[in-house]
């Protein structure tokens, strides 16, 4: 069988695409963990959706001020010159065209860029929330994810089957497996874990891949 990066490990490889001085904002849960591994140098600047820019790292446990959350609910800190402002202002910011990165985690992206990453299921979030505002606002929006459900199929498809956050929307896509683009509405493989043949990759992708001259290897330090 072969190994696989750790969302941990796939959360660092996102990270390090993110531009010095960029406008980011994260999705709730595991996209959230791409704020752990800023490259050094690279500063980013976090923006949440329920109304506070640059803030930073989660407080130690028993100091939290629960006045300063996220949209996950999830206690957050201010890095120096964070800004306070209203819900509405903070989706105008959104939907203005003023971030410039988002990433979101997703059950599904087909090769023309549909993103599928809210369920009204047992287990989902009951609503598609301020994701489908992201995907069309952010100047360039990703996609972090296992490359296959818990069972064992791809969530790389040719097209979804599921309820759509955003059409045409994502642009790259980082996984356990591999890093993509989406062009011209087809998969671009840029990088591979090293173990991994291409077609061991395309059998676990439910559409074929664009694959250029070069790919690069997908290396993650052990974290």
């Known amino acids: 069988m072969i190994s696989k990066l750790s969302n941990a490990q796939i959360a660092w490889r996102a990270a390090q695409d993110i531009e010095d001085g960029a406008y980011v904002n994260l999705g709730i849960g595991f996209p959230e963990m791409v704020a752990k591994f800023q490259p050094p140098g690279k500063q980013a600047i976090s923006h949440t ?7 930073g790292e989660a407080p130690a446990e ?59 299921g047992p287990k989902g979030v009951p609503a598609v929330g301020g994701a489908m505002d992201l995907v069309h606002g952010a100047k360039r929006v990703a996609v972090i994810t ?47 874990l090293p173990s991994m043949s291409v077609d061991e990759l395309q059998a676990v ?19």
């Open 49 to 55: 959706e329920n109304g506070v820019l640059n803030f």
């Open 62 to 120: 028993g100091e939290e001020d629960w006045d300063l959350i996220n949209a996950g609910k999830k206690a957050i800190t201010l890095k120096p010159g964070a800004a306070f402002f209203h819900h509405a202002d903070s989706f105008g910011m959104v939907r203005g065209g003023h971030l410039d990165v988002a990433i979101l985690g997703t059950y599904e992206v087909a090769e023309n860029g549909d993103l599928a990453n809210w369920s009204t």
């Open 146 to 192: 296992d490359h296959v459900t818990k069972g064992g199929k791809p969530k790389l498809v040719k097209k979804g089957a599921l309820p759509l956050t955003g059409v045409g929307c994502v642009t790259r896509v980082y996984t356990s497996l591999a890093v993509l683009d989406i062009e011209g509405g087809r998969f671009v493989l840029r990088e591979k």
């Open 205 to 223: 992708t439910g559409a074929e891949m664009v694959l250029p001259e070069t790919i690069g290897d997908l290396v993650a330090p052990e974290l």
